[in-house]
């Protein structure tokens, strides 16, 4: 059983996530996050802790962010984007209890300091910006690494919020390297 409580988007989300592990969920209902939904994630966070499990999408973006800013300790977990794709539909609960269940191995928490561990430079010769693959390159890395898809501003910026080491990152790189 996983002792944090997951936060989802949906109730089907929940379904999924029951599926994959032994957990408990709360559903925000989207973006508009009741003040009563809000109250029972607060109740959570203090009690509990909970990680946050929005679709890859650009709401469930949009609904981490929000989160993010209300409760800093949160941990995090991404489900990459092909793994949540199915029925011409992404989220949670189109994914695999396979692929929720990897996310979930792979929490990550955002330091209250973010670190400067990586820099542009870096992201420009591991091929994650300015080449012909370097989308597919960060979605990979992204799920390897647990800090999900992002643009490539946004992966230096989970690279270097999400406590990614230098070692992790240089593990995963030589991976994706071996088998282009």
């Known amino acids: 059983m996983i002792k944090e409580i997951i936060v989802v988007e949906g109730k089907q989300d929940i379904a999924a996530v029951k599926r994959a592990v032994d957990a408990e969920c709360i559903a925000t209902g989207g973006f508009t996050l009741a003040p ?8 959570a966070y203090n009690k509990r802790g909970i990680v946050i499990l ?13 989160l993010m800013q209300r409760f800093p ?3 995090h977990a991404f489900v990459p984007r092909e ?12 994914a695999s209890p396979a692929a929720i269940a990897s996310a979930l191995s792979k929490v990550r928490t955002q330091q209250m300091e973010p670190g400067y561990t990586f820099t ?5 010769a591991a091929g ?6 370097a989308s597919a390159r960060r979605a990979i890395l992204g799920e390897r690494l647990g800090i999900g898809y992002a643009n490539a501003k946004g992966f230096l ?4 919020n999400y406590g ?17």
């Not at 542009?120 to 420009?124: A, I, N, P, Y």
């Open 36 to 43: 009563n939904t809000l109250r029972q994630i607060e109740h």
């Open 54 to 66: 929005t679709d890859p999408d650009s709401a469930g973006e949009r609904i981490r962010k929000f």
């Open 73 to 75: 300790q949160a941990k």
């Open 83 to 94: 793994a949540a794709f199915a029925n011409d539909d992404i989220g949670i609960e189109q």
């Open 120 to 124: 542009w430079q870096e992201v420009m």
């Open 128 to 133: 994650l910006s300015g080449t012909a693959d």
């Open 157 to 160: 910026a989970r690279l270097n």
């Open 164 to 180: 990614v080491t230098r070692e992790e990152f240089v593990l995963a790189l030589a991976e994706l390297e071996d088998k282009q």
